[in-house]
């Protein structure tokens, strides 16, 4: 552990990542203490501009504050990016790990569902479903899910191809350990590193998509993301280019920062295995 | 078997392979289709305010949902595979009639930023592993790193502000000047690239950003292989090496790449599409969304799917043209 | 007079990181026309390296001549601009490398391949190179040239692959060849033909040979000097006859005595009890096909194999790869199922036992595996490791503990070793935990599957004594998997060759040995290499 962070510590950019998310989680717990009040309620005069009327980053056309929104949005982004991220991964570790495990027919149903998934276009399917099942956390959520789990699984299914012919899992056969043990205790240990970076990027895709859905009118109406500030600000674009300006920022800045700290992952996780390997 | 006709059956095998795929695709449609439907009764009878059983009836018949479910399967395979993908009642037209006019202008966009994003990708990926870690990869590297975090629709809204608005240099919204009658072709053309410029690029950026680092990546992996070794060896100069040993198989991760991309490039025109208001599949899915037609929805969603198989299946004659390891089973 | 090549007190440096400051410290030696030159050593012994730095090849900028120089015909090598070292490359001094897959252009034909050295290297029309092309293949006794010009590298076979880097390396008749463990990657018959190619060559061309191998064997066939490297040093050098049969550093015999010799151990008698019997076995593999796929491909990886295995005794089983020898022995353990035939451990049938009912049996037959570095999970503790199998079999973590330390012990490793990762361990020490968990469930059998060949000979030597001293101890009947003669001649009472899924031949080791029944066997034995300097140093011995 204390290898790793040493590793991981090394690389500069991936400590600033980690220091921008630290940051981010800060504001979105300290929203209700520095906005307290609906996001959604009037504020004070509309289009301000950032730095006038007491806004720091101005208002909307309803006399809504975009530096509340922000702080109040940071939550729901984190929350969607996280629980979608950590669905998808429990999917995708149960389906990869018995198709690569088992091979055979389980194997050729999953490949073939996960090439489904490839072709239909991700982001309208995600639409579809949301749209189905009507604008909601939940139903965001599980859209999110559903179209994520195929790359977990696919790179789970690789890790068990390859490691169920490894010598030391034969070993374990020859002493007659069940499969769930080897599965769960012999195999899975040594693919967490490549499952903890391909999660930490995909809570920034998942970022990516909630704020796309959000935008196109598809987030929860109760709830305040960045995603629906820029949705909601486009036809002020003319008169009031804040409205819009500030919650991009904002997430370009949290899936950055997400990148930077999977990238350090991966450096830091992955020549140890190498190592080990070699 | 001799290199083109194993290329040939590479490529009936995909194509084979696809087949399956597609009925997935089609009956997962159905099953979205049935759930949106019975939806839509409801929605439509409110709309209507005289919601009485017999109304409520009579539409579910209109439909087919008084049918059983296999005989529904059935019905909506024979229309897909007669191209009949049911009716917009918000347009008052066929969807496939709807989904066809729209094509055009989504393909355009496609072409254009499938160039721009795989050719600057490729490009770019090449200058920062040949320079690696001087000013010109960590630059490149930087840029990759922003705009891969970057949403879609921020880029496309801040370019509106900074090269419409501002500088006045593009068009914000559609495809062409309505009012300008074009009677010369190439005036038209012109038009129409001209109000491609913004489109293009917000949606290229972020698969500029992908395929940057995808090759950058592949060109530094082929980079330590054996086979530069030998180049050396032989007494090949670097410029070879580079360009005609590592160029080559380090495409080839890309080219893959590539083909798997189609189906995030039409999520991405959703945006792209609603935000310039280029009149495409796109646009016509976020009416669709905005109106709560879920038929059209699925209609495009559907026809957006056969296009990526479509793509792949030309990706993958592109590949088995780059790789002669193609394997036919 | 100025040699063909020298190189004088040649250091190469390795970066800060590293374990030691040089890979090859202050090494001296020469090359002359028609003439070939062995370094041999181990691994990390720095003899690779210095093919490289002669080649100008070195993994810069970390790895790089500190010191010293490499003079060819009087010019110094280590100080030529890069583009002077381009023009020699290919022309003058070409190399050829261990793994021919990997070290020809997966994308590019071969043709291509060797027209780039006609291309780079002064001016020819296109039709004249494409005939020499032609001829090199020829050359290099390829069949059917003409096609092989246009194939790619993975339509050749392994042997076919490194006879293409050959005509490629003597394209413009270079003044010198190197060649870093060109026959490695390759099976004994393949490296049979391979030497005699090179050395066919070298003779014809009047080629100077720096030939990098670990391999005595192959030294006694080729060389006709030799340099032994250890640790970055050149220990001794001298002529073939000096090195190999008056060895002067100790190093070098320590190496040279652990060779194993090709003069099979003593018989000794055999016991009356059958342990294990495999009768007419079959084994076929699938790939390919699938829920939509294409044709299925089918190999049969087992035809009709019998073998018995006497209380006490080592049988060999012996082939090269693809022969379906590792099959047999994991059909034999249940990790594969085999098709047909019986598989009798004291008269039960294990072949068509359940997983349930295969459990109570598993204890008594247990594998040793080839690689020591994934034979083991590396986040697992060594303790952990070699308890796991008695707990499963209902042993209390006390008794599995103590029973861990006894088998440590007897492996020759300390207890502080129950403690510890397997990345903490050498190759050696690896393969000695995996005997211990071998051993851990009081087997009766041991199946080892060339648990020696990814090893250095002198651990390689160790091992096989380890093997032969717990066989004793233990009164285990053992199954022992090689490719290499040799080691089985070492370790063998009976021997059992094997090919394309077969038993050609099987019979008392001794007897093999002294008499071949099957052409196939005298082939393989024939085409060990060094064997006349075996039969020769061994006869010495004796006398």
Known sequence: MRDFWQRFSRNRSAVLGLGIIFLIIVMALSAPLFFPGDPFGLAGKSMSPPGESGFLLGSDSLGRDVAAGIAHGAKTSLLIGLIATIVAVLIGVIMGALAGYYGGIIDDLLMRTTEMFQTIPS????????????????????????????????????????????????????????????????????????????????VATAILIESGLAFLGLGDPNIM?????????????????????????????????????????????????????S | MNHSTRRIRYVLKRLLQAVPIVFAIVVMNFFLLHMAEGDAVDVLAGEAGSATPEYMAELRAKFGLDQPLPVQLAVYLKNVITFDLGYSFRHEMPVSQLIIDRLIPTGLLMVSTILLAVGFGILLGLVAATGLNTWRDTAISIFALITYATPLFWVGLMLIVVFSLNLGWFPTSGMEDLMAFHDNFWDRAWDIAHHLVLPTITLSLFYLALYTRLMRASMLEQYGQDYVTTARAKGVTEQRIVFVHVLRNALLPVVTMAGVQV??????????????????????????????DLNLLLGIFLLSALLVVAVNLVVDIIYSSLDPRIEVG | MTRLLDIQGLHVGLPASAQRPYAVQDADLHLDPNEILCVVGESGSGKSLTARAVMGLLPRPHVNIAKGSVLFQGEDLAKAPDARMREIRGSEISMIFQEPMTALNPVMTIGTQIDEVFRFHGRMPARERQERSLELLRDVQLPDPDQALKAYPHELSGGQRQRAMIAMALALDPKILIADEPTTALDVTTQAQILNLIKKMQDEHSTGVLFITHDFGVVADIADRVAVMQNGLVVESGTTEEVLNHPNHPYTQSLIAAVPSLTPRPARPRAEETVLKVNVLDKTYRSGGGLFGGKARIVHAAKKVSLDLARGETLGIVGESGSGKSTVARCIVRLNDAEAGEILLHGT?????????????????????????????????????????????????????????????????????YD???????????????????????????????????????IQAQILQLLDEIRDRMNLSMIFITHDLRVAAQVCDRIAVMRSGEVVESGPTGAIFKQQQHPYTRELLSAVPGKGWFLESDLRKHS
């Open chain 3, 420 to 458: 510890r990762f397997p990345h903490e361990f050498s190759g050696g020490q690896r393969q000695r935990i995996g005997v211990a968990r071998a051993l851990a469930l009081n087997p009766e059998i041991l199946v080892a599957d060339e648990p020696v060949s990814a090893l250095d000979v002198s």
């Open chain 3, 349 to 417: 049938d294990l072949r068509p036992l359940g997983r349930a009912e295969m459990r109570p049996h598993r204890s008594k037959i247990q594998m040793v595996f080839q690689d020591p570095f994934a034979s083991l999970n590396p986040r697992t503790k060594v303790g952990r490791i070699i308890s796991q199998g008695p707990v499963l079999q209902g042993a209390t973590p006390d008794e599995a503990r103590q029973k861990t330390l006894e088998l440590l012990e007897t492996v020759g490793l300390d207890s502080g070793a």
């Open chain 1, 225 to 277: 993301s960045w995603g629906f500030q820029i949705g909601a600000g486009r036809t002020l674009l003319r008169s009031a280019w804040w409205v819009c300006t500030f919650p991009g920022i904002a997430i370009l800045l949290t899936v950055l920062a997400i990148n930077l700290v999977g990238e350090g992952l991966n450096d830091a996780l992955n020549p140890r295995l190498r190592e080990r390997a």
């Open chain 1, 123 to 202: 982001f309208v399917f995600a639409i579809l479903l949301v749209a189905i099942m009507k604008p909601s956390i939940e139903s965001i959520v599980i859209a999110i899910a559903v179209v994520s789990w195929p790359a977990v699984a696919r790179l789970v299914r690789g890790e068990f191809l390859s490691f169920r012919n490894r010598e030391f899992v034969q070993a374990c056969h020859t002493i007659g350990m069940s499969d769930v043990r080897i599965m769960l205790g012999e195999i899975l240990p040594n693919c967490l590193s490549p499952i903890i970076v391909i999660g930490s990027l995909m």
């Open chain 2, 263 to 292: 189906g995030a490039l039409i999520g991405g025109s959703v945006i792209v599409e609603s935000v310039f208001a280029w009149p495409g599949l796109g646009m016509l899915a976020f009416e669709a969304l905005f109106a709560r």
